[in-house]
């Protein structure tokens, strides 16, 4: 009985030291949006992919902070749809790899591999990575939805 009392009293010791020192359990140390030189979705306008169809560089001068993010438009308009309803374009996953998702990890982008499905905006590593991700993307959705849940953000 003494025994279990020492061990349990060296265990509250050591927690309560890690914790005063700053430790804290590993946890990923990727932000929650993917971003390049401190912009979101590598300073491309995330409103454009809907309302254009295609990859549009955003300006610096049309530029909001949102959830720790800068995101970069290339109009006042899109910052304005943006401002109004952000959940509707912001991309899946924090702008990662949607695929990787999938697999569990958050992995970089190429901005060439957008997709909008259901209204959704995915994105992949690369193009290779792409064609893998279309052959079963709704699988993937799924399984990609279910491990977004599983991340501190």
Not at 40 to 46: E, T
Not at 51 to 75: D, H, R
Not at 78 to 106: D, H, I, T, V, W
Request: glycine share 6%; aromatic share 16%; hydrophobic share 35%.
């Amino acid at each position: 009985m003494k025994l279990k009392a020492i061990f349990a009293s060296i265990a509250l010791l050591t927690t309560i030291a890690l914790l005063s020192w700053g430790y804290q359990p590993k946890q990923d140390s990727k932000p929650e949006f993917f971003s390049k030189n401190n912009m979101a979705i590598a300073g491309y306008d995330v409103v454009a992919f809907f309302t254009e169809g295609k990859p549009v560089m955003g300006n610096e001068q049309i530029s909001l902070k949102y959830k720790g993010a800068n995101w970069y438009f290339s109009t006042n308009e899109n910052l304005a749809k943006f401002k109004a309803n952000p959940e509707r374009y912001l991309p899946q996953y924090g702008g990662y790899c949607a695929f990787g998702m999938s697999k569990g990890y958050k992995a970089s982008v190429e901005i060439d591999t957008w997709t909008i499905d259901n209204g959704k905006l995915y994105f992949n590593y690369n193009m290779k990575v792409k064609e893998s991700w279309v052959k079963n993307q709704q699988e993937f959705i799924q399984k990609a939805d279910n491990n977004w849940k599983n991340f501190k953000h």
